[in-house]
Structures are given as structure tokens and as C-alpha cells.
């Protein structure tokens, strides 16, 4: 059983207003401490220093083209863009831009990088007028009359066949050789047995195989 | 900044935010560090003053948020808080009487027993005349906080200093 809770003894609470009533003014009649004289020269001169560094060059007259800033070099030709990127990057901060700007990209990289169907496609041809025709057809019969073999025309081409050695020349045993040995030929210095000999140490012993 | 500007801050503000950095970080290495950022920024970026009213209120503001990161920084190096507290830097002028000079440090040593931030608030609070409300602006704390701080540092510095009270009343 908890005992019960027992009241503070009468008297001035340690945090009253009322206790030390001379404590602030006591406090706040001490007389603060002013920094060292010898600092403000040295701080002053450290933050002007510090403020030119921080700012660019010294302006010439090139830096400036009809009394305005001139951009940066690497700027100076997208000058008139930068408005307008300032604008879209302004726009894109919005999901739906962020979207129709994908899909435009997207679309922009489509068409002029890719080749599509209209690059691939081969152009329609006008017919053939009657006498282009007839003379197409002249020329095929003069042409087949030259080679003897009539006249040419698209049906009586044949997919080339595939050429099929005879049954016994598909046997992996390949014909018996003479029995006289060929003589062989006669290699040139430094070549041994389809070897050639290693030209900087000329040893017989350490042949190279020729690739 | 037109010239003279930053002379004319300076002449106005760095005793304030001198006294305050001494007393906050207790450190006069830190605290000559601290005040030259600060004047370092003035210089660089003089526009951070434009449409400021109250430039004591917001100097203030930018000399306790330099501080706390200068603090920071220094927790990394030493122990703890209270070690650098108990460094012997003195905050008042130096007193030519002996009774009073034996008073300064008295509160001297009370004041430097107290946490960082309620010496922030007692200092603005009693010697620069800060109301809660604007010491709660420059401390980026809440009213209640501003007013319940400088009661805790009250609160200690009763039982503290009540023997020299009673002396030299």
C-alpha cells in the first residue's frame, strides 16, 4: 500500500520569483566584457578579403559585348535558350510536364534517330506502260535467243539446288594412296617437317609451329 | 555592401554577439572564429540583410546557429559539454575592485555550471533585454522553452549564489 503522498513543507518555493528578488539585477549589473580592440582591424580586413575572393575577376573590356555582362564562353552560344530551358525546368516540376516531356523525348528520339518503315520500305513504282512492257519483253527474247535458251522469264527460274557429291564419295575413308611415296619437296633452310626454325636463336631443337 | 557598412556593424553589434558567443561556447578561440564568420558573411553576402529589421535579433540568430555547429564540432574533440564549461574565460570586464572582482567570479563560476543553451537564454534575457518571444525567435525555440530555460538557470543559480547574496546585501 502506497503511503500517502505528503505536502511540501510551508515556505518560499526555491524557483519564486520572489526568493533573491536582487539576483537579476545583480546579475544584469555586471558589465559584459567587450571583445579585444586588436580584433576589429584583423576581422574587418579577413572579411573584405574573404568578400573579394569570393567575386569574380577583374571585369575588362571583353567581359562585356554593348555594355551588357557577356555570358561565359561555354554559355554564350545557348544564351537565348537559357529563358526557355529556365521556363521547362520551371514546368517540370510537376509530374503531368514531367510526363509530356518524356513522351516527347521519347518520340523526338523515334523520329529522327531511328530508322523506321518510311527508310525501309521500297518506293511505289508507276506500271508499266504497254510499250515499256513490249519492249521489256524484246529485249528478254533477243537475250534468250543470244544464249540459246529461250526466253527468260520469271517462272522459269528454279531455286538453285543443293549439289550432292555421289553415295561413295561420302564415305569418310578417303581414297587409298599410291603406294610409291611422293618425293618430297625440297624446303627451304630453316624449315623442318611443316616447322619453321626460331629465327632470332636458329635452334632445330625449339621449332615454332607455323600458323 | 557600401563602404564603411560592415565598419558600422561592427562598431554596432560585436560587443553583443561577442559577449554572447563568450558566454555560449565559453571559448575565446571559438568565439574570435565564430564572430569572424560571421562578419566574413556580412561581407560576402551583404544581401542577407536586406529587408532584416531587427539586425540584432537576426545576428544574434546567426552567431547562436554558428555556435551550436562551432559546439559541434568541438563535442567531437572533448568529452563532454560540462568540461568545456569549466574553462576559466572571463565574460565581464575586468573589475578594479577587489569585493567586485570577487563577485564576477562567483557568478562567473555559477554561470559556467549552467548548460549551453539556458546560459543563451539567460544572457540575452538579462543583458541584452531580450523578451521570451524574441529570445524563442533568435534561439529558434519555442516561447514556453525560452521562458522554462531561463527559469532552470535561475533555479540553480539561487542555491548557488544565495551565500554572496546574503553577503553583499
Known amino acids: 500500500m502506497k503511503p500517502p503522498r505528503q505536502r511540501p513543507p510551508p515556505g518560499p518555493d526555491p524557483g519564486d520569483a520572489t526568493d533573491l528578488p536582487g539576483l537579476e539585477s545583480l546579475l544584469a549589473s555586471q558589465r559584459l566584457r567587450p571583445p579585444p580592440a586588436e580584433w576589429r582591424e584583423s576581422i574587418l580586413r579577413r572579411a573584405a578579403a574573404s568578400a573579394s575572393a569570393s567575386e569574380p575577376a577583374t571585369e575588362t573590356s571583353r567581359d562585356r559585348v554593348n555594355g551588357q555582362r557577356r555570358h561565359p ?71 534468250g535467243d543470244f544464249a540459246n535458251l529461250g526466253a527468260v522469264i520469271p517462272s522459269d527460274f528454279h531455286p538453285p539446288q543443293t549439289h550432292r557429291a555421289p553415295p561413295d564419295a561420302a564415305s569418310p575413308v578417303p581414297p587409298a594412296l599410291p603406294s610409291e611415296p611422293r618425293p618430297r619437296a625440297r624446303l627451304p633452310r630453316g624449315f623442318r617437317d611443316g616447322h619453321v626454325a626460331r629465327s632470332d636463336t636458329n635452334s632445330p631443337h625449339e621449332p615454332e609451329p607455323i600458323v | 555592401m557600401p563602404p564603411g557598412e560592415l565598419d558600422r556593424l561592427y562598431d554596432d553589434h560585436a560587443s553583443a554577439l561577442f559577449a554572447f558567443l563568450l558566454n555560449f561556447t565559453r571559448d575565446e578561440s ?64 575586468p573589475e578594479p575592485n577587489p569585493d567586485q572582482a570577487i563577485v564576477q567570479r562567483q557568478i562567473e563560476a555559477a554561470l559556467a555550471e549552467l548548460p549551453p543553451e539556458q546560459r543563451a537564454v539567460l544572457q540575452l534575457k538579462l543583458w541584452e533585454g531580450l523578451t ?3 529570445i524563442a525567435d533568435v534561439l529558434g525555440i519555442p516561447l514556453n522553452t525560452a521562458a522554462s530555460r531561463y527559469r532552470y538557470a535561475m533555479d540553480k543559480l539561487r542555491p548557488r549564489l544565495r551565500p554572496l547574496y546574503d553577503e553583499i546585501r
Request: glycine content about 4%; hydrophobic content about 50%; charged content about 20%.
Open chain 1, 73 to 143: 564562353e561555354s554559355f554564350h552560344g545557348a544564351a537565348p535558350a537559357i529563358p526557355w530551358l529556365q521556363r521547362l525546368v520551371a514546368h517540370l516540376s510537376s509530374g503531368w510536364s514531367l510526363t509530356a516531356a518524356a513522351w516527347i523525348l521519347a518520340f523526338a528520339l523515334n523520329q529522327y534517330s531511328i530508322p523506321r518503315g518510311a527508310f525501309t520500305a521500297a518506293p511505289r513504282q508507276p506500271p508499266f506502260s504497254e510499250a515499256a512492257l513490249a519492249e521489256i519483253r524484246e529485249s528478254q527474247r533477243a537475250l
Open chain 2, 30 to 93: 571559438d568565439t574570435r572564429d565564430i564572430l569572424q564568420e560571421v562578419f566574413t558573411r556580412l561581407a560576402s553576402r551583404p544581401h542577407i540583410l536586406q529587408g532584416v529589421v531587427d539586425v540584432r535579433g537576426f545576428l544574434l540568430r546567426l552567431t547562436h546557429n554558428l555556435a551550436v555547429d562551432a559546439i559541434r564540432r568541438r563535442a567531437s574533440r572533448r568529452r563532454t559539454q560540462d568540461a568545456m564549461a569549466q574553462e576559466a574565460v572571463s565574460i565581464f570586464e
Open chain 2, 132 to 134: 521570451f518571444d524574441a
